[in-house]
């Protein structure tokens, strides 16, 4: 990694954090730019001061607290763990740590990017679907608080039991997708997978869990809403509305400047995500961080499910940009796959009896999968789209394919990517390793040899 001089923080506030004196940036045409599109005040390899990580890597571990929180509170209720405010505060405290090792290893040692790692949903629908089978569904008397005491034996068994299955099966998809990166088959796949396959999947992950967001906003409304209406204040409104705030800098000394408080400032570095992992390790050590996000009232939390899950599902129908929508084909294939992905696991739910063909573990897998949203939708637009006839060009594959980096941006790739400590380009450079997808290969360039990124195909 590249390391910048130590900036004065407050120096820059007018290229990182704050507006221009009239309280606008430019466009080099003249026009008015938002400032959340300016480019990033630090870079992939750029290393702000120690204070700077600190401060930012705050900042994206509150940015995704929203989603990190949400997996176990999901998962809480068909986990029997509804009454047991202590155990859900130990879900969300495990959530931080390992989410904290999750990121320092992808970042150091893994995609090496500036992202942060975090539950994902979509494990949440298959363990929904899972945990819904009649085996695993919770006892009535687990469902009454004056029934249930959470240091008895008995009811410490019925949630561990559903925590244990659950991590056998997570750690089963985990080794299926470390062999479909470990052998490049991902590369084969997205020849296949286009936007019409994506979309429907990711709008499914979210689109079920409506009736979790309205039962959860629903037990108090007025709550939910003054929650929707803070969130949506803060991030849609406020966004683009400078502040002024006093600051202290070496040369200006006291002053005032203008801050986008409610705006995520724009930073790209590896470090600051490394910070954020450590942020993370710390919130998931101390327990009674995890116990008061645990407390967080229910109306909040389904005004929060209600925007979160509504951008989930946005996301997914962005995918559609790509691909010509003005085209029947396209139409029908998004449309049909979404209504399925939602009318057959309903169906099914309604009747598992209808699945019975006498192999007690086939009925289970086919019912978790048939009762899984994001499942059937995603599998009928990747049937659809590889079966009906039409160009790379309607389909949006064409577009996918021009989606990429710049030449200059290209020309670091190796720098970016490439592993550490000279991992693949000073140590373990046999040729044998070149037949990993993953693993960095060097070419010829003039009298010595220059390291390239590798890519699955």
């Not at 899984?372 to 996918?400: K, Y």
Request: charged letters at 10%; one cysteine or more; a neutral charge.
């Amino acid at each position: 990694m590249t390391s910048c001089e130590h900036p004065d923080f407050l120096q820059k506030d007018d290229n990182m954090l704050s507006s221009q004196d009239d309280g606008r940036s430019k466009k080099k045409d003249g026009q008015s730019e938002s400032p959340s599109s300016s480019h990033l005040a630090y870079g992939i390899l750029d290393v702000p001061p120690w204070y700077l990580c600190i401060l930012l890597g705050i900042q994206h571990f509150l940015t995704a607290l929203g989603g990190l929180v949400a997996v176990p509170l999901i998962l809480a209720k068909d986990l029997c763990l509804q009454h047991d405010s202590l155990t859900q505060s130990y879900l969300i405290s495990t959530m931080f740590f390992v989410s904290g090792i999750c990121t320092l290893l992808q970042v150091l040692l893994g995609v090496r990017l500036p992202i942060l790692q975090g539950g994902t949903f979509a494990f949440v629908a298959p363990s929904l679907a899972m945990l819904s089978l009649p085996a695993w569904k919770c006892p009535e008397w687990t469902l009454n608080a004056s029934q249930v005491n959470t240091s008895s034996p008995e009811f410490t068994e019925e949630w561990q039991k559903r925590i244990r299955e659950l991590q056998g099966v997570i750690m089963v998809a985990s080794c299926v997708q470390i062999l479909v990166g470990f052998s490049g088959l991902i590369g084969f796949l997205m020849r296949f997978i286009g936007p019409l396959t994506i979309a429907p999947t990711i709008s499914l992950m979210a689109l079920p869990l409506f009736h979790s967001a309205g039962n959860d906003a629903g037990t108090h409304w007025g709550i939910a809403a003054v929650t929707i209406f803070l969130i949506v204040l803060f991030s849609q409104y406020l966004k683009n509305v400078a502040v002024p705030m006093p600051i202290y800098g070496r040369e200006k000394k006291l002053h005032t400047s203008k801050f986008y408080l409610f705006q995520v400032f724009p930073v790209g570095s590896r470090m600051v995500i490394v910070a954020a992992g450590c942020v993370l390790l710390v919130m998931g050590v101390f327990g009674k961080i995890g116990a008061a996000f645990a407390t967080i009232p229910t109306p909040v939390i389904g005004g929060m499910f209600l925007v979160m899950f509504g951008i989930i599902a946005a996301v997914g129908i962005s995918n559609l940009q790509y691909v010509d929508m003005n085209s029947s084909r396209n139409i029908f294939v998004f449309g049909f796959s979404i209504f399925c992905g939602l009318a057959v696991p309903n169906w099914v739910n309604k009747n598992p009896e209808m699945l019975h063909t006498g192999i007690l573990q086939l009925d289970q897998v086919f019912l978790v999968l048939l009762t899984t949203d994001m499942f059937v939708g995603g599998f009928l637009g990747f049937l659809l789209d590889n079966t009906i006839p039409g160009s790379p060009e309607e389909r949006g594959l064409l577009t996918w394919s021009q989606i990429h980096e710049e030449s200059e941006q290209t020309m670091k790739a190796s720098e970016i990517y490439s592993l550490p400590c000279g991992i693949g380009t000073k140590f373990c450079t046999s040729s044998y390793t070149w037949y990993l997808p993953f693993w960095p290969r060097p070419e010829h360039h003039g009298k010595g040899f220059k390291t390239i990124a590798s890519t699955p195909v």
